[in-house]
């Protein structure tokens, strides 16, 4: 005898949890399928937690169509929670002529999309309110921030099950099919015991291994299944103060170097990410990549004393395209509109700044199969 639930979401990522309380939070029995001891232990405990504003994404791209509202709803949400943010701005900067049509483009794109806050400044401008940085023009956004990952995830835990909604931990999908009406999926409990849930909607959110789940479902199209790259990025943390008071980040091969400052919650600052495509999983900080750390870093701070740079750690997001071109790198949603499955949604290559867009993508996903 197989037990029925309405809705299955597989992987308690920050994603994952945005979908279930989503769900739980309409109305449909709700389950969360989880193969760790914890909700998010993957590539939602290796963000920067960065709150980001939308101005990176195409006009017309997927991203570019969550955004408007994705920064601004996760703000409101997290003080209605009790969860913490810090609304510390960035600046996205140039520090070439050659890099100014970058910004001017980004500038488009968030004119574009309505995203709010966001201002295209002179060097001199610049210098009033980072006199350190060295650049040539920068993009001011006054909405980029912080939240407390860990708790946003807790906070949709705590209202998925509020609601009705279940979290099962240890549990690994170990395949399924599509039927005439509905799903059946199949899960392994501590390794050992296998079950059989059969449900009406089936969400694969389960990053990392989202492309592997679908070549399991039976009855799915396996020419719709994207090739997954891994795109590892590395942090260096920084031993000292820093003569910067906000997030900053540079455009083109200089951020793709790790040139990236951002701070924690507690205001400690760090480096990073630099981009590397990986054949597999490897959390590992290479020490060597220090060099073009420091590179990049130099190229804005000339006085950045090396020495005080450290290993700290890495992620890895799942991709579908294989580049860092964060402007073209879009998210693959494949709904019932694209593959004609009523009730499935897979999301592919769901990386940053999925974690911002976690509660519009949570209730757009919910859109497509209710």
Not at 47 to 57: K, M, S, V
Not at 90 to 119: C, H, P, T, W
Not at 128 to 153: N, W
Not at 166 to 186: D, K, S
Request: net charge neutral.
């Amino acid at each position: 005898m197989r037990e029925h639930i309405e809705c299955v979401v597989i992987g308690a990522g920050v994603v994952g949890l945005g979908v279930g309380r989503a769900l739980s939070v309409s109305g449909y029995q709700t389950m969360v399928l989880e193969k760790n001891p914890w909700i998010g232990n993957e590539t939602s405990s290796r963000n920067n937690e960065i709150i980001h504003a939308g101005f990176l994404y195409e006009p017309g791209s997927l991203r570019a169509k969550l955004f408007p509202e994705a920064c601004e709803a996760l703000y409101e949400y997290s003080e209605k929670q009790g969860v913490k943010t810090i609304n510390s701005g960035k600046l996205v900067f140039a520090v070439s002529e050659d890099e100014i049509s970058i910004l001017e483009n980004m500038q488009r794109y968030a004119v574009a999309g309505k995203i709010k806050g966001v201002e295209l400044i002179s060097c001199k401008a610049v210098q009033k309110i980072e006199p350190e940085l060295r650049c040539v023009g920068a993009l001011y956004s006054k909405t980029t921030g912080l939240v407390d990952s860990h708790g946003l995830m807790v906070a949709y835990l705590g209202e998925m099950e509020a609601n009705g909604g279940t979290l099962v931990l240890n549990t690994t999908v170990n395949g399924g099919r599509i039927r005439q009406n509905g799903f059946e999926v199949v899960v392994l409990t501590d390794g050992k015991t296998e079950f059989l849930f059969s449900c009406d909607v089936l969400v694969n959110a389960a990053g990392l291994g989202a492309q592997s789940f679908a070549y399991t479902l039976e009855g799915f199209e396996k020419n719709r299944v994207p090739d997954l790259y891994l795109g590892k990025g590395s942090y260096f943390s920084f031993s000292g103060n820093v003569p910067f008071s906000r997030h900053i980040s540079p455009v083109g091969e200089t951020q793709k170097m790790g040139g990236t400052l951002t701070f924690d919650l507690a205001g400690k600052p760090k480096f990073g990410p630099d981009f590397e495509l990986v054949k597999t999983k490897n959390y590992v900080v290479d020490n060597s990549r220090r060099e073009h750390f420091v590179k990049a870093i130099r190229r804005y701070w000339p006085t950045l004393d090396e020495k005080k740079l450290q290993p700290d750690y890495a992620g890895i997001r799942p991709m579908v395209w294989p580049s860092r071109d964060v402007q073209h790198d879009d998210w693959l949603i494949e709904g019932p509109k694209e593959h004609g499955h009523k009730g499935l949604v897979h999301l592919f290559g769901v990386g940053s700044p999925g974690l911002t867009a976690s509660l519009t993508l949570g209730e757009y996903i919910c859109s497509l199969v209710t």
